[in-house]
């Protein structure tokens, strides 16, 4: 099958969770939407007003929804019911990076200001801050021991 999943400004990211039954968009107008992949269905739209999205990824079992935002915040998202749940905050310019950790109890985020940071998911304290490539990607190692 294919659908036409829209928004009202360019998308930024798509993928499909790991079982392929869902996809998820987002987009410079300031949301991220949730699609059933058998029907082309939006089941929910996640916005935040006044930042666009640069990324947005599942967590490994697609119960969660991480965005990446132009305003330097990550925030994750229940994908059940669509609520916000956490905000991570502390970069100055807008987040090229977010991603989960193998085991889901880290986050990376990394920014236009130089910036990466590995944030703990319970207390949202940030464990460690180092500089990247303001442009770069960042991404956990698969045993989640180290950062590239």
Not at 37 to 51: E, K
Request: proline letters at 3%; hydrophobic letters at 40%; aromatic letters at 8%.
């Amino acid at each position: 099958s294919v659908f036409t999943l829209r928004h009202d400004g360019a998308t930024s990211s798509a993928e499909f969770s790991a079982d392929g039954s869902l996809a998820l968009t987002s987009s410079s107008d300031g949301s991220a939407k949730l699609w059933k992949t058998s029907t082309g269905d939006c089941i929910h739209t996640m916005t935040m007003h006044g930042s666009a999205i640069t990324r947005a990824t599942f967590s490994r079992d697609a119960s969660l929804v991480l965005i990446a935002y132009e305003d330097g915040a990550a925030r994750i998202w229940n994908a059940k019911t669509g609520k916000r749940q956490q905000t991570f905050a502390g970069h100055e310019q807008l987040l090229n990076v977010a991603c989960f950790s193998p085991d889901e109890s880290q986050l990376l985020t990394a920014a236009e200001d130089g910036i990466a940071a590995v944030w703990d998911v319970k207390t949202r304290k940030v464990l460690q801050r180092f500089p990247c490539d303001p442009v770069g990607p960042a991404i956990f190692s698969p045993d989640g021991s180290a950062v590239f």
